[in-house]
């Protein structure tokens, strides 16, 4: 049984930065891929980042302004987010699943979902 757990949301104005973490339980093994998806409300959910073994995927939206990374010794998922804009705003979920490369990004193959935190940017 695995558990996700998200902190580090906030609010914070057009420009600023937040990290975000997911604490990870009941998750081993370097076949599991962890990701960030955000939801705004009235849309879809759409993937933010993944990664597995080092390797990093992100959508075009964030490039170059979000950073994901792990610390495996913790078991912990991180999402630094800089120069953020008002249409970064949603709620911010970590997942993990055994989902192709091609498939990172979408959330239907991922098996673990976390319970969401609030990412507000203000102008």
């Known amino acids: 049984w695995a558990q996700l757990v998200e902190s580090g949301g906030g609010s914070v104005q057009t420009g600023g930065s937040l990290r975000l973490s997911c604490a990870a339980s009941?998750?081993?093994?370097?076949?599991?891929?962890m990701g960030w998806f955000r939801q705004a409300p009235g849309k879809e959910r759409e993937g933010v980042a993944a990664?597995?073994?080092?390797?990093?995927r992100y959508a075009d939206s964030v490039k170059g302004r979000f950073t994901i990374s792990t610390d495996n010794a913790k078991n912990t998922l991180f999402l630094q987010m800089n120069s953020l804009k008002p249409e970064d705003t949603a709620i911010y979920y970590c997942?993990?699943?055994?989902?192709?490369?091609?498939?990172?990004?979408?959330?239907?193959?991922?098996?673990?979902w976390g319970q969401g935190t609030q990412v507000t940017v203000s102008s």
């Open positions: 009941g998750i081993t093994g370097s076949t599991y891929c």
């Open positions: 997942a993990a699943g055994q989902v192709f490369y091609s498939k990172w990004l979408l959330p239907g193959d991922y098996n673990y």
């Open positions: 990664i597995r073994g080092g390797i990093t």
